[in-house]
């Protein structure tokens, strides 16, 4: 495989799953420039010069979609800067990562919009769109001027990593933003609830003598989120959700039709607070690691469509922040580059979902939730592509990321799927080395 | 005294027992019942050894232990100094009473700047739990946790279980109740471990916000009133209230939390007249006991006091065993 501007392109033999058409089958993707042209062309519409692209035994889906990220420039570059985010994010499949507004400066007014997407555009190689900060100076105050920010190009609206501590502001943002038709993104917590607790409250944190993050901290955000978003009418994303309690409340509003949707981590998908028996802190992520039972509780409900997206929910945090005791080493560590791997290894291997429904959360639903482009092999549609083999198996080492930060809750662990090659706009930003 | 080896010490009266290959001690709650058993032997021996914890006995002369201590501290470092100077060994002192970061410098580090001035064990406290763990990890000697945070503060429930062996012979069977802070308290969690491992009925007693029904889930027994338990008790273990470490008052206040739970000379009548009272100290006259109890016939506290430097004495001395076999 080779890392250039192809300008026909057909990538063949590959499993073709895009579940915006319901395709999941054996085929081509006709790539014409930066967009793709058709999927499965007769001979007949074949361009002469073509270049092609034998996918064999590989999985060609389209480019996946984070709805939340954090690239940490401006402000913390020693966690991540906005070009080290993106190519995790090529590396991990991405072709368009949500950029949260964790910075500092936060990203409250339409000038530090405009200086996020212009450092991206040079320097990420992915695409990244802004979440705005909900809040002027995220200060959970007042509004920030969101029908400006969404003019410079904010797709939503969050005061990630909180949650909006103000329920009348946070009533007030759902309502205003109808008329731009953009989603507020809230991360679910009740902080006197959290009260500064470092692991999830339960068997573990008891035993251990740590600072527990009681559920019903979450569920009570995610209960106040969406009667809020019933009472307005406003777009709500929540996430991510780590509780059985979020998921009863999720079921329930949606059964009435409410419009709101949630995401999930991938690693409350697979691992469990018994990890924080090491007081290593790598295990120290956000939303915190939960018991067994809430672990499968999401894989249910990420399988049957409750939570509706799978986020990568990458916290970069410096080494010699998370090299420290599990009081004082921050919450955070890289998942861009192994989500995929992740989901498939955990929950497509294991039979709780196949692959359609798995690209479904991590491509098709994210990009339908925050409004933009991608998440389609659609004709006509930009050619953001990813190429997988689903049955490589490799060995998480977090000293080999891309990303700067390199502290992962799965080093150490083997996992199954590898991403091959990520295109962006037809030219192929990442490819796989075949060292590893 | 469980089967001796062959292992070579300095003094004739006391001989290595061979089944012991820990080279830290980080928590009673991974030890096995015979582990902790071959601690009491051994802390009892060199009870007798040195007449009472008060002579030198130099079975670990030319070493040096560094206690290092970033929580306020004075009778258990004291204690950890004894007991080395006790065994010949050499002690260097570094307390930190703010934070490490706020000087630059993470723990770690700290502790391996000690180390690199040539000591043999480490001995360490720390409001984090798991600090001790990282440093097994991260330095060559000997660990002895000394208290992290609510984690365990294994010495400590060792030498509670090695005073209510002296007076009672065994810990099995024995219903011992812990009283108190059990939420902030590392000396709960260290004799919950360590009692029932050995045998012993476990009841943990105190209010709703300080006792979590979780440790039910785990099988030991809960309780909420001290009058209702009393009658069955043959140990209390009374917990200080750790206001420290509590954010929000876990109680309407101190008056009522000592009606409820101090123990005083009229619960003193409802217990059993054998009924042992113990305290990890510092104790709170007034809250968790009343001086009557706490200077009375069935208190042991100060007993405590010494046992504590046996058991550290143990500890050091098993600890440079198994690390001469490493």
Redesign the interface.
């Known amino acids: 495989m080779q890392a250039t501007r192809l300008p026909n392109l057909l990538v063949e033999n590959g499993r073709i799953i895009d579940p915006s058409q319901g395709i999941d089958r054996i085929g081509r993707v006709l790539i014409a420039g930066n967009k793709i042209l058709a999927i499965d062309p007769s001979d007949a519409d074949l361009p002469e010069d073509l270049q092609r692209l034998d996918a064999s035994q590989q999985i060609v889906v389209p480019g996946l979609v984070d709805l939340g990220a954090e690239l940490r420039e401006p402000g913390f570059e020693e966690d991540e800067t906005i070009a080290s985010g993106g190519s995790a994010a090529l590396a991990g499949g991405y072709s368009s990562v949500r950029w949260t507004t964790n910075t500092s400066p936060c990203i409250d007014s339409p000038g530090a919009v405009e200086f996020v997407r212009q450092k991206a555009a040079k320097a990420a190689g992915v695409r990244v769109h802004v979440i705005g900060c909900l809040s002027k100076n995220r200060d959970g105050e007042q509004m920030s001027e969101l029908g400006l920010l969404s003019e410079a190009g904010a797709v939503a609206f969050s005061d990630a990593p909180r949650s909006v501590p103000n329920d009348a502001l946070l009533k007030r943002a759902l309502d205003y933003c109808r008329m731009f038709n953009l989603p507020v993104f809230d991360r679910p917590e009740v902080p006197d609830l959290a ?2 607790g470092v692991v999830h409250d ?2 573990t944190s ?5 600072k527990g993050l009681p559920t019903e901290a979450e569920d009570l955000a995610v209960a106040r989120d969406v009667r809020l978003a019933e009472a307005t009418g406003g777009r709500l994303h929540v996430g991510p959700v780590s509780t059985m309690g979020a998921v009863d409340m999720l079921r329930r509003v949606k059964s009435r039709g409410i419009r709101v949707t949630a995401s999930v981590c991938p690693h409350n998908l697979c691992q469990s607070d018994q990890e924080l028996r ?2 290593d802190a790598r295990f120290k992520v956000h939303p915190p690691l939960r018991s067994e039972r809430h672990v499968k509780t999401l894989q249910q409900a990420v399988a049957d469509g409750t939570i509706d997206a799978i986020q990568s929910g990458h916290m970069p945090r410096s080494r010699e922040k998370k ?6 080493s921050p919450f955070g560590a890289a998942t861009l580059e192994t989500t995929l791997a992740t989901i498939n290894t955990y929950l497509i291997e294991t039979g709780i979902m196949d692959w359609p429904t798995a690209i479904r959360r991590l491509s098709t639903s994210p990009a339908e939730i925050s409004g933009i482009e991608g998440g389609t092999l659609k004709a006509g549609s930009m050619a953001d592509i990813a190429i997988i083999d689903p049955d490589e198996a490799w060995t998480v080492q977090g000293s080999q990321f891309l990303s700067r930060c390199k502290s992962s809750p799965l080093d150490g662990v083997e996992l199954r799927g590898r991403v091959r090659m990520t295109l962006i706009g037809g030219e192929a930003r990442y490819t796989a080395s075949d060292s590893n | 005294m469980t089967t001796a080896s062959s292992v070579k010490t300095d003094s004739p009266a006391i001989e290595f027992p061979s089944q012991w290959k820990r080279r830290h001690l980080l928590d009673l ?1 991974s030890l096995t019942a015979e582990e902790i058993t071959i601690l009491l032997d051994t802390a009892q021996n060199l009870k007798v050894l040195t007449h009472n914890c008060k002579n030198k006995v130099p079975l670990l002369v030319g070493k040096t232990c560094a206690n290092l201590f970033f929580e306020n501290s004075t009778r258990t470092r004291n204690s950890f100094s004894l007991a080395a100077k006790r065994l010949g060994a050499d002690t260097v002192e570094f307390s930190s009473s703010g ?1 490490s ?1 706020a000087k630059g410098e ?3 580090d700290t502790a391996k700047t000690i180390e690199a001035m040539g000591v043999d064990w480490v001995v360490t406290r ?6 001790p ?2 440093l097994s990890r991260e330095l060559g000697c000997s660990v002895l946790n000394a208290g ?5 503060h294994p010495t400590q429930g060792l030498l509670d279980m090695l005073t209510i062996r002296q007076h009672r012979g065994s810990i099995k069977g024995l219903t011992v109740a812990l009283v108190g802070d059990i939420a902030h308290s ?1 000396t709960a ?1 260290s004799n919950i471990w360590g009692l029932s491992k050995l045998g012993a009925h476990v009841i943990i007693c105190g209010p709703p916000t300080l006792v ?1 029904p ?2 039910a ?2 099988g030991f027994e809960v309780a909420h009133h001290l009058d209702d338990i009393l009658p069955r008790c043959d140990v209390l273990n009374l917990l200080r209230i750790q206001f420290e470490r509590q ?1 929000a008052r876990p109680f309407p206040s101190v008056h009522e939390y000592a009606a409820l739970y101090a123990m005083n000379g009229e619960r003193m009548r409802k217990a059993k007249d054998d009924i042992l009272i113990m305290a990890p100290g510092p104790i709170n006259r007034g809250v968790e006991i009343t001086p009557e109890v706490a200077d009375g016939p069935h208190s042991v506290i100060l007993e405590q006091v010494n046992n504590g430097i046996a058991v550290r004495m143990a500890a050091l001395w098993l600890l440079a065993g198994a690390n001469q076999a490493h």
């Open positions: 009260n500064q339960g068997q008891l035993i251990l003598g740590l090491s007081f090299m420290n005791d599990l009081d004082l | 709650e934070s970061v993470t723990f770690v720390h409001s984090t739990p798991g600090t763990h990282l992290d945070g609510p984690h365990d590392r969690r979590s979780r440790w889930e785990l954010k």
